[in-house]
């Protein structure tokens, strides 16, 4: 995170013109993930302590809702499918393939959304989820937070398969927020 990105050395990398990776950085700059300073270059986003706190309070807030807007509107589907996805997380974990573990862990939070099944929650979700994807696999490929991680997944199915929302959206609540260990690491963003 930080850290300057050349064009000629992607251009070189992937056998490309100069034109297509700018195009590429443009839309990585839209969603947020780059910085392109001209005359300087072009910067990995970076976030603060306090940024990460407050991407992660506005991520809490906007899930939470979700959940159980899903759970009202659509409880049985959206525990088959977070419980299906839990299964290929057991599976990426005992096979050591943390990125399919990350990329899974997205989803899982995705369907919460998505299962809500309104558009407004759909769009500002969006407005961060990129950087929450691009975070969650800077702080979370170890495999303590992964163990920890898959714990709390099941935690909030079983309690949602309960019928237990208040119970659900505490655990979502460990699961996010940082005052409650989520992200360990936090302290390793830098300004």
């Not at 270059?41 to 939470?64: I, K, Q």
């Not at 991680?149 to 927020?177: C, F, P, W, Y």
């Amino acid at each position: 995170m930080g850290s300057k990105i050349s064009e000629s050395v992607l251009a070189t990398k992937l056998s490309a013109t100069k034109a297509p990776i700018r195009a590429a950085l443009k839309k990585l700059q839209s969603e947020g993930l780059v910085n392109i300073i001209p005359k300087s270059g072009t910067f990995v986003f970076h976030v603060t302590p306090d940024e990460f706190n407050e991407l992660l309070e506005f991520r809490y807030v906007v899930e939470s809702e979700a959940l159980s807007l899903a759970f009202e509107k659509n409880l049985k589907h959206l525990v088959q499918e977070l419980s299906f996805i839990i299964d290929k997380m057991e599976w990426a974990i005992t096979n050591n393939s943390k990125l399919e573990y990350l990329q899974l862990d997205n989803e899982f939070h995705q369907v919460i959304i998505s299962f809500c099944m309104n558009r407004y929650f759909k769009e500002s979700y969006d407005m961060i989820c990129a950087r929450m994807a691009t975070t969650r696999n800077y702080l979370g490929s170890n495999e303590e937070h992964m163990e920890r991680s898959l714990m709390q997944h099941k935690e909030i199915v079983n309690s949602l398969t309960s019928g237990d929302i208040d119970s659900s959206r505490k655990l979502l609540a460990e699961h996010i927020l940082p005052q409650h260990g989520a992200y360990w690491k936090a302290s390793n963003f830098t300004s």
